[in-house]
């Protein structure tokens, strides 16, 4: 499995920005995409997921109501689109895939397959 991330860019607080991630390869092995974010000097952190197929949709409590994820699975792309970014959501944002694990998790470490990374600034 392939991942691709884009749609990162410099925005003024308020304002909003839509993430993709482009997947490629054994698609058909995912269980769950989750998008993840790394802030300078933080770890990488949970923001949200869902399953490959439908289904249920998660997020960290700091993006709830802002932060919505969606499926075209026609193009085998996921979105994040984010919206009233505030200065603290600025940091590089990685879309990552689930193929053993049937339920969306918030680990890191259980994701076998990453994108490369897109970086997010929000200004004040």
């Known amino acids: 499995v392939q991942l691709q991330a884009s749609g990162g860019g410099l925005v003024q607080a308020g304002g909003s920005l839509r993430l993709s991630c482009a997947t490629s390869?054994?698609?058909?092995?995912?269980?769950?995409m989750g998008w993840f974010r790394q802030a300078p000097g933080k770890e990488r952190e949970f923001v949200g997921g869902?399953?490959?197929?439908?289904?249920?949709?998660y997020y960290t409590d700091s993006v709830k109501g802002r932060f919505t994820i969606s499926r075209d699975n026609a193009k085998n792309t996921v979105y994040l689109q984010m919206n009233s970014l505030k200065p603290e959501d600025t940091a590089v944002y990685y879309c990552?895939?689930?193929?053993?694990?049937?339920?969306?998790?918030?680990?890191?470490?259980?994701?076998?397959?990453w994108g490369q990374g897109t970086l997010v600034t929000v200004s004040s």
């Open positions: 990552a895939a689930q193929t053993t694990i049937v339920v969306v998790s918030t680990t890191s470490s259980e994701y076998e397959y």
């Open positions: 390869g054994r698609t058909f092995s995912i269980y769950a």
């Open positions: 869902t399953y490959w197929n439908g289904g249920s949709t």
